[in-house]
């Protein structure tokens, strides 16, 4: 058993990355159960799927989106859509509890007025990985980025303005909430492949969030 980093009771702190980025240590620990229960309810309505990138390769990561758009990926390329490709239904939309946490979680970060109108659900299995990217298909790049950690410990790679850049890692667990903008807005990020383990939640697995303004 992988036993959990942070119990309920544990005080949340916050730890700056560099100029724009924090992490919110323990954030969501104390919504997590509503958050789960939220998971599986857009799940329901728009499961799991692995994307392929535009160069055709699958993803090691299972998907899906809730919002007024999901982030989408095929050989077309990387977009928003207002509609799911697999059903044509529209993404489920984004809870109540999603909205206030990414809010929260925002303004503890020093950005007021977040207005997120997608969320990206990733579903990391053991060894699943995210490579170096940048979140820059939104429009507005004065909104922040809010990425919500749940399940299986992960680290983080937290990378500079250029892809080669050499990347920090940071060690995420349960209920931990990565939060950037301004001047860190669109530096590279990443996640390293999931190490082996059980949680007491999610069992062999790590959800994340990813709330955005896309539109």
Known sequence: MTPD???RESTQWCEQICEG????RGFAL???SLLLAEIARIVAAAPWRKMVTPGGLPMSVATTSCGTVGWVSDVYGYRYSPRDARSQAQW???PLSFLELAQAAAAKAGYEHFLPDSCLINCYGIAAKMSLHQDRNEKDFTQPIVSVSLG???TFLWGGM???DKALRIPLVHGDVVVWGGPARLRFHG???VKAGVHSLLGEQRI???????L
């Open 5 to 7: 980093l942070f119990s």
């Open 21 to 24: 980025a924090v992490v919110l």
């Open 30 to 32: 104390d919504r997590d």
């Open 92 to 94: 489920p939309a984004l």
């Open 152 to 154: 299986l410990p992960a």
């Open 162 to 164: 250029q892809r080669g």
């Open 191 to 193: 996640v390293q492949p």
């Open 208 to 214: 994340n969030l990813t709330f955005r303004k896309a």
